[in-house]
């Protein structure tokens, strides 16, 4: 099954120091989401970079379409508290 890079991105760079409540609560759902996903088998990895300049996910799906309404259905982005960006990825090397 085809394997995609979803690139989380945050509103402004000082977004980890000063997320008001509301983004706070939507950063919230949007991990309920990502577990969401991880209970599906959609999920292989998630989380923010250290420096919070982004975060990254690699979920598995059948196409870039249904990779496309997985994200459009992102809380966050729903919010417009992150933008998305989808890549088609290929996991080369993958511990288990």
């Known amino acids: 099954m085809p394997h995609f890079l979803v690139i989380y991105r945050p509103p402004r760079p ?4 000063d ?8 950063v ?4 309920q989401f990502l ?8 999920l292989l990895l998630a989380g923010p970079c250290e420096d ?7 979920i598995e799906c059948d196409n870039l379409d249904e990779a496309r309404s997985i994200l459009a259905a992102d ?6 508290v992150f933008t998305g960006e ?7 090397l993958f511990r288990t």
């Open 86 to 92: 989808i890549k088609p990825y290929r996991v080369s």
């Open 28 to 31: 919230g759902s949007h991990f």
């Open 52 to 58: 919070a300049s982004m975060g990254l996910a690699v």
């Open 19 to 26: 997320a008001t409540l509301e983004e706070e609560r939507v």
């Open 75 to 80: 809380p966050a982005v729903q919010g417009r």
């Open 35 to 42: 577990k969401g996903l991880l209970a599906e088998g959609k």
């Open 14 to 17: 000082t977004f980890a120091a």
